[in-house]
């Protein structure tokens, strides 16, 4: 299970870049726990992102300006390295590489890191885990939070049944720049 100890931002701040694909504004770190294990995520301003490549019916339940906004960004920069296993990512209009400027380290005692990589379920927990914590965090209306929570648990289940086809793959609507 996935605890989130730190976030540099709740709502990151994006510009549109298309209708479709925005890029980061400031850098995003996150650090969180998994069994033990402490990991840090630093996505670099200008990292380019759709805020959520689902089916169309999932995109008229979820707006992208919503609380789940970071968990998105992290989520699309963990499957567009597929796991951190990479540091770049393909455009689909020019078919080259591009730099996603997306890290993930795990810490020793003593300071030292090495790099890392994440599981597919384990970048679909951290959106979840993200997802969650920004309900709590953000001033959310208690009436409100049941139906985000519902939300957060369906999003999570879209995520596990579609989410294997854009694992390590391209911005799905980067075709828009």
């Known amino acids: 299970m996935i605890k989130i100890t730190y976030v540099s931002t709740e709502l990151p701040n994006i510009t549109a870049i298309s209708k479709e694909v925005h890029q ?9 726990d998994e069994g ?11 990292f380019k992102t759709d805020l ?11 707006r992208t300006d919503g609380p789940h906004r970071l968990a998105c ?3 699309d920069a963990a499957y567009r390295t597929e796991g951190f296993r990479r540091n770049f990512g393909v ?17 020793y005692i003593g300071s030292k890191t ?5 599981s597919r379920k384990s970048c679909d927990q951290l959106y979840r885990a993200l997802y969650m914590r920004s309900i709590e965090t953000l001033d959310t209306p208690k ?9 957060c648990r ?4 879209v995520l596990r049944m579609f989410g294997a086809k854009h694992f390590g793959g391209p911005i799905p609507n980067s075709g828009a720049l």
């Open 143 to 151: 009436r409100l939070r049941r139906t985000l929570r519902n939300k």
């Open 73 to 75: 960004i992290v989520h």
């Open 154 to 157: 369906f999003g999570y289940a």
């Open 114 to 118: 090495k790099k890392a990589k994440m």
């Open 24 to 32: 980061t504004v400031f850098p995003i770190v996150v650090r969180f």
């Open 52 to 62: 959520q490549s689902s089916p169309e019916f999932v995109k008229k339940i979820f």
């Open 91 to 107: 455009m689909e209009k020019y078919r080259e590489p591009e730099t996603i400027g997306a890290t993930l380290r795990q810490y």
């Open 36 to 46: 033990g294990i402490l990991y840090e995520i630093r996505i670099e301003p200008g």
